[in-house]
């Protein structure tokens, strides 16, 4: 199905019940009822039962699928069983399950697996009789036993019958719905709620799956229910259902049942299709409206590239699918920080890399992003992605904006300098001259030129074991810091054995090759200075330059010594050890690039390549551009070079830090880790590591799970935890000495780790962690450790509009739960668990706030169940809102009999359904309704109202219907009020007979007489 036909209305508009839908001829009571004996029914209580000594399976009568919809011919002494074929969960071979007993009809009965039908030969039926049930899904209780106690028992569903207090096997009706969903997984706001109710599929090994309904009042937890009723984890799926009575379905109707699975679970269109059969065979409260759709929870690069690869496959399907966008599609714009910037509007390509000075705009979400001037994203966020957090630290703004690319007027500005601002109430975007992005970069950007220190009195590869912290100005931080570690006491292989490359070489290869003398060309080059493009072609052409430049001998001998230290056939890692990164002020991160030495390259290539890949790369592009803007001398940079054994075919690499960004608590580590050689500090498309707490016995709260691991399975053993944050405890206090920190400075310092293919943990850099500038919050009262909130606590807001506000806060460590207290709470509901205030502006007449000023106040606390709580004011003050102005655009009508039509516009189009008053006339007798009626103008702005004539046999002059607009409520009419459309006759003129005329002679006349 194509998802696009999920709409949602109005949350003003009334929810409607789904009426319940039933597979069955006769309905059953309710969970967990004593049923009676359905009408027809053979009583077989002295009868053996299923499994019971004695009984016979009763051979069934295969009934031959020929078309879809399915319906049999049929008595009232017959049942039927439902078989569909489903792709396994693993996504490999097929596999039949029963999907619906249904009690016969006198004549014919229609079979359905609550779903739309699928090709015939998927189908097969056998037929029973009612005097002698089957058990077919083989739990010792027969068939229409189960039927007649549906919930409590499901004929085609293996698990075992249940008790209403610990959940159901079967959702036959919406009342079974409600009888075991709760709010305790989403936000409760007095009384407004979303359904919740998780639910389990077990046996997916098999060819008889289970489904158990959990009871979510009693059992909150998956792991606990799976206890309580024995089930085994293995070979299980997991998640929950919820009720949105706002969503239409694909029919028309209000309500949709949407499913979801937890974010650490990767799930295939496969996978997908067999589950939502599954379900679906469990439900039949879905079969009248087919209101079940699996709904995509997380919105990441992963889950999206994924969605759109397989978006054929769901749309050939009927797998309804429900995105973020169909919940709540006239949300189209959500800010998530709120400043204002300057920049280069971009729309950014997969595995481009935006600048520091550019506006980045997104339609999905990358996993990290360097500085930029801000950014745009037209799908949504949430507060934790990677974008919002990079946007918080920079101060830089940052929003959802749904439409950006659909707008004509803004799409023409990308290319070109923009001004661009986040506020609650909406965002700007125009453009702007270079003079004022250059103005705006200066202001935020260093004062002062920062001039990197290089000693290149040191002429000699080094081991590290002879190179002191105090010489990273001739051998750069890396390498300093790395020789630094190889003295710490920690086990025997952590930090690799290898040497450190002087500035001096990379000094003396420059020089020998007059390679200086063409970067100070390149630098002054006027045209470089001012454009972008330019400087990107020009360091490309650097950069091949230095690898295609001459090596002098004696850094060749040099190097060949340095070789000759390592057994033969030893791979080298080339790493690069500049003065202008690792430093406090500076970190420069992933700006340079490492190289790896085989010694077939060595011998096709020279020994010399992968040094000269290093020494080039310290003129890359981003690295150039962040030197640049945080006002870094080009010409006194240098690039010393780390070289130590390679590590190949790691089992995981991640970074940790001395230091809680979190939660800020004191003593946790955070780790962050990714499967084999996936870079954590630059990774690939697409990939999300796994993110960790450590304590201080190394004990782990998982933040994250890496989407490339094992589904359940950490990275790390235990053992390696506990090794890491001991480590890391003896690395911090180490370089807090070298680096003189103070008590009470701001300090941790971050490491870069592997988990080798001997499954070690070694780690191979150090460098101090870079605070971020404190992060302006909202007046809140804390009570510490509770979640920081970062969303605005004012805002101003027009009447008569539903107003979505993002609450944004810190990462938690448990579950987040909001709550409300105030005058004014019954104004606000809080949407599922996305983290987004609802509030729907009141008439600004008539204000309905507690105190009838127009500001609807509360206070909002955040309530972390692994933290505490954070309590904050809220204020929303509604404005006067323009409203808007209906006019009748146009009219068209025909001959009599074809309707006269008219079209309304409202302008602006209004946030809900607008009813407007008009009156209808008409001039002739055309069987016209006329008199006073009202139209209901959408949010789309326009309605056309239809008008039905006669076709009569009488012959009359042509007519017209008119249409005029009467005052009234929420509007105001235009000029154009009224409207006149002809109605042509179509009717002949009747025939007349002509009268016949006859003259006969009279006798004759006298002269002068008259004749007759």
């Known amino acids: 199905m194509n998802r696009r ?10 929810a409607l019940a789904v009426a319940a839908s039933m597979a069955l001829a006769a309905t059953p009571g309710a969970i967990g009822s004593e049923a009676g004996a359905a009408a027809g029914e053979t009583d077989t209580s002295s009868a053996p039962g299923p499994c019971d000594e004695g009984w016979t399976a009763p051979a069934p009568t295969a009934v031959p699928v020929t078309a879809v919809p399915i319906e049999v011919a049929s008595t009232t002494d017959d049942y039927f069983v439902l078989y569909v074929t489903l792709t396994r969960w693993s996504g490999s071979g097929t596999f039949e399950i029963p999907v619906s007993v249904t009690r016969g009809e006198s004549g014919a009965t229609a079979l359905s697996d609550n779903l739309p039908p699928l090709a015939a030969d998927k189908y097969r039926v056998e037929k029973y009789q009612v005097a002698q049930p089957a058990d077919v899904d083989g739990d010792c209780v027969d068939d229409l036993t189960e039927l007649d106690d549906l919930g409590a028992y499901n004929p085609t569903n293996r698990a075992p019958r249940m008790d209403i207090a610990d959940g159901a096997v079967a959702i036959a009706s919406h009342d079974d719905f409600e009888a075991l969903r709760s709010t305790n997984s989403f936000v409760r706001l007095e009384g407004n709620q979303i359904d919740v109710m998780k639910f389990w599929i077990g046996d997916l090994d098999t060819d008889d799956p289970s489904v158990y309904f959990m009871n979510t009042d009693r059992h909150q937890w ?36 949407r499913y979801y699975f937890w974010s650490g679970t990767e799930l295939s269109f496969e996978r997908v299709e067999t589950f939502h059969a599954i379900l679906a065979a469990a439900m039949p409260v879905v079969r009248e409206h087919n209101n079940l759709a699996y709904y995509q929870v997380l919105r990441t690069p992963a889950r999206i590239a994924q969605f759109e690869a397989e978006k054929a496959k769901y749309e050939a399907s009927r797998v309804n699918m429900l995105l973020f966008e169909d919940l709540m599609p006239d949300v189209d714009y959500v800010p998530f920080n709120q400043a204002e910037g300057y920049g280069l509007l971009r729309l950014m390509e997969d595995g481009e890399q935006p600048r520091p000075t550019d506006i980045a705009i997104y339609e999905s979400l990358p996993n990290d992003l360097p500085r930029v001037a801000g950014t745009i994203s037209t799908i949504p966020q949430t507060p934790l992605a990677h974008v919002n957090l990079r946007a918080i630290q920079n101060n830089v703004p940052n929003a959802f904006i749904r439409d950006i690319l ?11 300098h923009v001004y661009y601002s986040v506020t609650a109430d909406g965002y700007a975007l125009r453009a702007a001259t270079k003079k004022e992005v250059d103005d705006h970069h200066a202001a935020a950007r260093p004062t002062a030129k920062q001039t990197p220190q290089r000693d290149l009195t040191v002429t000699k590869i080094t081991p590290l074991a002879d190179v002191a912290f105090d010489n990273w100005d001739a051998f750069g931080v890396k390498a300093a810091n790395t020789a630094e570690l190889s003295k710490l006491d920690l086990p025997e292989g952590t930090v690799p054995e290898g040497f450190a490359v002087p500035f001096y070489f990379y000094d003396e290869f ?13 630098l002054a080059d006027s045209d470089f200075q001012s454009d972008y493009g330019e400087q990107e072609k020009e360091l490309k052409k650097l950069r091949k330059k230095i690898k295609k430049a001459t090596t002098p001998d004696w850094i060749i001998e040099a190097l060949e010594e340095m070789h000759g230290a390592y057994p033969e056939g030893t791979s080298l890692r080339y790493r690069s050890s500049t003065n202008n990164e ?14 790896t030495q085989d010694p077939d390259e060595t011998a096709e290539d020279g020994i010399d390549k992968s040094i000269k890949a290093v020494w080039a790369s310290l ?19 240098a690039m010393g070079v780390l070289v130590h054994p390679n590590y190949s075919d790691e089992l995981a690499n991640g970074v940790a830090v001395s230091y809680d960004p979190v939660f800020h608590r004191d003593g946790m580590y955070y780790i962050n880790t990714q499967v084999g050689e996936d870079l954590v500090t630059n990774p690939e498309a697409n990939s999300y590591p796994e993110e960790l707490l450590l304590d201080s016995d190394g004990k782990a709260t998982v933040l994250a799970r890496s989407n490339l691991a094992e589904p359940g399975k950490l990275l ?35 490491i870069e780790f592997k988990i080798t293919s001997a499954d070690k943990l070694a780690i191979k850099q150090a460098r101090p962690w870079v605070f971020a500038p404190p992060l302006p919050l909202n007046p809140a009262t804390s009570s510490a450790p509770g979640p920081r909130l970062f969303t605005a606590s004012e805002h101003a807001l027009p009447e008569n509009k539903i107003h979505v506000v993002l609450l944004e806060y810190s990462r938690p460590r448990g579950e987040i739960r909001f709550t409300f207290s105030g005058p004014d709470t019954r104004h606000f509901k809080l949407y599922g668990a996305s983290d987004l205030l609802v509030f729907e502006a009141q008439d600004y007449h008539a204000p309905a706030d507690a105190d009838g000023d127009g500001v609807y106040e509360f206070e909002l606390t955040a309530t972390d169940s692994g933290a505490g709580s954070t309590t904050m004011p809220m204020r929303f003050t509604v404005t006067e809102a323009v409203l808007p102005e209906v006019n009748i655009s146009g009219a068209t009508s025909g001959e009599e009999g074809q309707d006269a039509t008219f079209t309304l516009l ?24 006329t008199g006073s009626r009202t139209v209901s103008v959408g949010t789309g702005g326009t309605a056309t109202l239809t008008i039905a004539t006669v076709d009569d046999d009488a012959d009359e002059r042509d007519g017209s219907v008119s249409l005029s607009l009467n005052t009234g409520d929420g509007y105001t009419v235009g000029l154009l009020s009224a409207d006149t459309t002809s109605v042509l006759d179509n009717d002949d003129a009747p025939l007349v007979a002509e009268p016949e005329v006859t003259v006969t002679a009279g006798g004759a006349v006298t002269e002068g007489a008259g004749a007759v």
């Open 582 to 595: 690792d430093l406090p002020a500076f970190n420069g991160a992933g700006l340079y690039s490492s190289k």
């Open 222 to 257: 998956h792991y606990r229910f799976g206890q309580a009723m024995n089930l085994r984890y293995a070979n299980s799926h997991r998640g929950a259902l919820a009720y949105d009575p706002n969503v239409i379905a694909p029919d028309g109707t209000l309500g949709v049942y």
């Open 5 to 14: 036909q999920w709409r949602q209305p109005a949350a003003r508009a009334a």
């Open 510 to 522: 420059m020089k020998a090759n007059d390679l200086y003398d063409y970067v100070a060309e390149m």
């Open 619 to 637: 003129w890359n592009y981003r690295a150039f551009l962040e030197r640049d803007y945080y006002r870094v001398d080009h010409a006194t940079t």
């Open 906 to 929: 409202a302008s602006p189009a209004p946030s809900a359904p607008l009813t407007v008053s008009v009156t209808v006339t008409a001039d002739g007798d055309f069987g016209v309704s």
């Open 406 to 416: 659909k707008d004509e007027d803004l799409k023409a500005l990308i290319g070109k």
């Open 716 to 750: 790390m053993s235990e053992a390696q935890m506990v090794q890491l944050r001991n480590n890391l405890k003896t690395v911090h206090d180490r370089f807090k000495a070298l680096y003189n920190v103070q008590d009470g400075d701001d300090y941790a310092i971050e």
